[in-house]
């Protein structure tokens, strides 16, 4: 609970500090030097009116900077948008490219396994071709043995016959005329001939469907280069579009980051705007104090009727009351003719003008406005003036003319804003007036 009282003072503390020393140091009461008065006051609220006006022209300005780089973030997300969709584009590209690649590799690696499988069945047909040669090399040795037992037992005959012969086989085929060799010894001979033969064919059978598995993997492989360098340009392509998107990004996201400092800027701004605005409803506040302590307090209102400040004009453009137009209430009624600038306008009662302003900011408040006191705490007041007429002082007769008609201060077109207030509350002016054409 202490905690939470504490915090709570500190924080009213923060804000009063927020709002403007002058403002609290002002609020001190103390001796009547120490008081600002009515000039001063007033001069206070110009001060900050016009700060405010540079703040708001920036305010303003800084919205054309912000709607432009809106403008420039939206084209740069809408590029991004676009570019992201290449991307997408290239990346499918690329994907359905490596999937063709995986296939054409899936058959390349079948073709190897192919032929690894031809390469087996070669070297088993050389082992084959090598054994039978062997075993060839063997039975011929044996022949020769036994050649040779016929040679030494001293068959001439034989040997006759045997030394026309130019290789093996005939040597063979001779023997068996001479009927040393028997049947099987032949047939067998044969046989392993035969086999030879045979194991040679199927190499060459071998060694030509190995020729063209490699063919067509030589092929393959060429069709897999030409996959390989579409890819290559695809991802070129890719790399590119994504660069142009990083790019892209990278001016959003500077747009985004300008939007973000210019946006703070002008909440900052606004801020600063609406402690102004606070102070100057603070001084007004005083103001109105001061006027209602300077007003005849002691003196009661003058007898007899209002008159209409501004007789031959009639047409109200803006009735005292709630107006849903600017959201705001409208302390008085605004009597906007045509023709109406620069006309007289006289004091609805007699009094003492208390307030006769001059100075003023375009597009800003009053403008150039005069405040009589009536007596009996009633004021009224004139606003938008073109002209001053009289000084703050100056005691006025009912029908006096104050100034002109003008278009001073916060007002779209020349008109006479009229106010009437007792104990400094406005109330509704056609309670008192009526009017005069
Ligand atoms: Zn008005």
Request: negative net charge; glycine residues 8%.
């Amino acid at each position: 609970m202490k905690i939470k009282r504490l915090l709570r003072t500190v924080l009213s503390f923060v804000m009063v500090a927020a709002l403007n020393i002058v403002v609290v140091s002002s609020y001190t009461p103390a001796s009547a030097s120490n008081r600002l008065t009515q000039q001063e006051i007033r001069d206070e609220i110009n001060r900050i009116e016009q700060e405010n006006a540079d703040r708001q022209e920036e305010i303003d300005k800084l919205d054309g900077e912000i709607t432009d780089t809106q403008k420039f973030a939206e084209e740069a997300d809408a590029l991004l948008g676009n570019q992201k969709n290449e991307v997408d584009y290239y990346n499918n590209l690329v994907y359905y490219k490596n999937e063709d690649i995986k296939a054409m590799q899936s058959e390349i690696d079948k073709k190897n396994d192919e032929i690894k499988e031809l390469d087996d069945k070669l070297a088993k047909a050389d082992a084959d071709i090598k054994a039978a040669e062997k075993n060839n090399a063997e039975n011929l040795e044996k022949f020769a043995q036994i050649i040779r037992t016929m040679y030494t037992s001293g068959n001439s005959d034989v040997f006759g016959v045997l030394s026309g012969a130019t290789d093996f086989y005939q040597l063979m085929v001779s023997s068996e005329i001479v009927g040393n060799i028997t049947e099987k010894n032949y047939e067998f001979m044969n046989q392993l001939k035969a086999d030879i033969k045979q194991l040679e064919a199927d190499k060459n059978t071998f060694e030509t469907d190995k020729k063209a598995l490699e063919d067509k993997r030589t092929a393959l492989e060429a069709d897999m280069k030409i996959l390989e360098g579409e890819k290559a340009d695809l991802v070129t392509l890719q790399d590119e579009a994504q660069d142009k998107a990083d790019e892209y990004q990278a001016s959003y996201d500077k747009y985004q980051s300008i939007l973000n400092d210019l946006q703070y800027e002008q909440d900052n701004l606004k801020y600063l705007v609406s402690v102004g605005e606070a102070e100057i409803e603070a001084f007004e506040e005083q103001l109105k104090q001061l006027i209602i302590e300077n007003t005849q307090q002691g003196t009661t209102l003058q007898e007899g009727d209002w008159i209409w400040p501004v007789p031959g004009f009639g047409y109200i453009s803006c009735y005292y009351g709630w107006d849903y137009d600017f959201g705001r209430f409208h302390k008085g009624i605004d009597v906007g003719d045509w023709g109406i600038w620069g006309s007289n306008i006289y004091a609805s009662k007699g009094g003492t003008v208390i307030i006769a302003e001059d100075w003023y900011i375009p597009g800003y408040s009053y403008g150039k406005y005069v405040t009589v006191d009536h007596g009996g705490g009633y004021t009224t007041t004139y606003a938008h003036m073109d002209t001053v007429n009289v000084y703050v002082g100056q005691v006025v007769e009912k029908g006096d003319v104050l100034g002109t008609v003008g278009n001073t201060g916060f007002s779209t077109g020349p008109h006479l804003h009229f106010e009437i207030r007792i104990d400094g509350e406005p109330v509704d002016p056609f309670g008192y007036v009526e009017i005069y054409r």
